[in-house]
């Protein structure tokens, strides 16, 4: 715990921001806020665990808010005709092989992660627009599908809940799986991996597989939020908060290194900096700079020249010790 916390520090600013934003921002600190907040970021945070995934791999994925949209879309318009089991398995299926298109196209075809999940993004967008008519689709959803995001399990929101099971899996394939750990080899260095014996094409398929199963799984969750599916509005920018959740928590996006419980306390400090600018009457557009300057502020931070940099200048600045008199005139 101890080597966690001194390899995590983003865990310190985040409690260091609760104890501001607890003085500073009244009703903050108030047990339904910080519920409410927790709700409400869980889905970022599902999306940001498979964002993690495929940024250890050295990749990234910008079609996870269009796989978002088209998740509510799909489980609010097959509602309307079909049993609600029946939406929630298509979106995850078409989440899925979504994720799967991408990876394979970049391990296949040796494409660049941006450009390929840039066009899918866009596919996946003008699908979800296509199928909603560019319209809200209401459907007959079942109270039932509405507990995914106001029920509670053991007394946490379900969400929550979610969110949290789904983080403590994929910590546990990451540290403790052969895939987990080829998904940190690759990222650190894909021709040793591939030497090492590594599947690197495989295990880029599966990252983006994954990615894009759990983006639909916030969809599903965000459906019952919304009660209703939106293709136009839903996940937009969700893929720029994911990836600032992942690199504010010191996931390298060069791949190979980092913690998913950074990635975590990242997606917690963006829900938390917009309950805190909601509560202090700040306005919206402003949050949108603090992320932007958050990410900027994080790439900087974990930037390995700049520490070495830190670390050689404190070397330097620390004081030589002075030896014993009887040891100098010896």
């Known amino acids: 715990m101890r080597s966690l916390l001194l390899e995590q520090p983003i865990i310190f600013v985040l409690i260091a921001l609760i104890a501001a934003f607890a003085v500073f921002a009244d009703g903050f600190a108030d047990a339904s ?36 949209a088209l998740s509510t879309v799909l489980v609010a318009g097959l509602a309307n005709s079909y049993p609600p089991i029946i939406g929630i398995n298509v979106a995850l299926v078409a989440g899925a092989l979504i994720g799967f298109a991408n990876g394979v196209l970049i ?83 894909e021709e040793a991996a591939s030497l090492a014996g590594i599947r690197v094409g495989a295990t880029k398929v599966v990252a983006y597989t994954l990615c894009g199963f759990l983006a639909s799984i916030a969809g599903i969750v965000l459906t019952a939020r919304m009660q209703s599916g939106d293709g136009v509005r839903t996940g937009m920018g969700w893929e720029l908060d994911a990836i600032a959740a992942v690199a504010v928590g010191g996931i390298s996006l060069a791949g190979g290194r980092g913690h998913l419980i950074g990635a975590i306390c990242g997606v917690l400090i963006i829900g938390l900096l917009a309950n805190a600018f909601n509560l202090m009457g700040i306005n919206p557009y402003w949050q949108r700079i603090v992320v932007g300057l958050v990410l900027a502020g994080a790439v900087i931070a974990y930037n390995e020249r700049l520490r070495a940099w830190f670390s050689r200048a404190r070397i330097t600045a620390a004081p030589t010790p002075e030896l014993p008199r009887a040891d100098r005139a010896g």
């Open 33 to 68: 806020n910080i519920s409410n907040v927790l709700r409400q970021t869980s889905m970022l945070g599902i999306v940001a665990i498979g964002m993690s995934i495929v940024v250890l791999t050295g990749g990234i994925d910008l079609s996870v808010g269009s796989v978002v």
């Open 107 to 189: 391990a296949g075809l040796g494409l660049q992660p941006i450009i390929v999940t840039v066009s899918s993004m866009a596919m996946v967008r003008g699908l979800a627009m296509w199928i909603s008519e560019s319209r809200p689709i209401f459907g007959t959803l079942p109270k039932d599908l509405f507990l995914l995001f106001d029920g509670r399990f053991l007394g946490i929101p379900l969400p929550v809940f979610i969110f949290a099971a789904l983080a403590l899996c994929a910590m546990f394939f990451l540290g403790n799986t052969r895939t987990g750990r080829a998904i940190y080899e690759v990222g650190g260095n």
